[in-house]
């Protein structure tokens, strides 16, 4: 088991922010991509923005210029800075770790109000 612990959700109205972290008890945390993903009510879980080790990053076209995942090897965290919030952006927003299998966190609330 890999313990993907989210955190920083919360309510904020259209155009707000929110910093969400990712934090994993991993040693070799510093070696492995993670990524965000979020999952809308009555929709598919989908890839918001991933961090490979070497700090490259992918953002979903829909969060581009708005978020902005990054890294800290030494706190063994992953963040995920959004910027500009829609009420679309709404949904549970989970951390994601692949070590030949799928790892998750339990997810956590982002609520924008229009």
């Known amino acids: 088991q890999v313990p993907l612990v989210e955190s920083g959700g919360g309510l904020v109205q259209a155009g707000g922010s929110l910093r969400l972290s990712c934090s994993a008890s991993?040693?070799?945390?510093?070696?492995?991509?993670i990524d965000w993903y979020r999952q809308a009510p009555g929709k598919q879980r989908e890839l918001v923005a991933s961090?490979?080790?070497?700090?490259?990053?992918n953002y979903a076209e829909s969060v581009k210029d708005r978020f902005t995942i990054s890294r800290d090897n030494a706190k063994k965290t992953v963040y995920l800075q959004m910027n500009s919030l829609k009420p679309e952006d709404t949904a549970v927003y989970y951390c994601?770790?692949?070590?030949?299998?799928?790892?998750w966190g339990r997810g956590t609330q982002v609520t924008v109000s229009s």
């Open positions: 994601h770790l692949r070590i030949v299998v799928d790892y």
């Open positions: 991993l040693v070799t945390f510093s070696i492995h991509a």
């Open positions: 961090i490979k080790n070497n700090g490259t990053t």
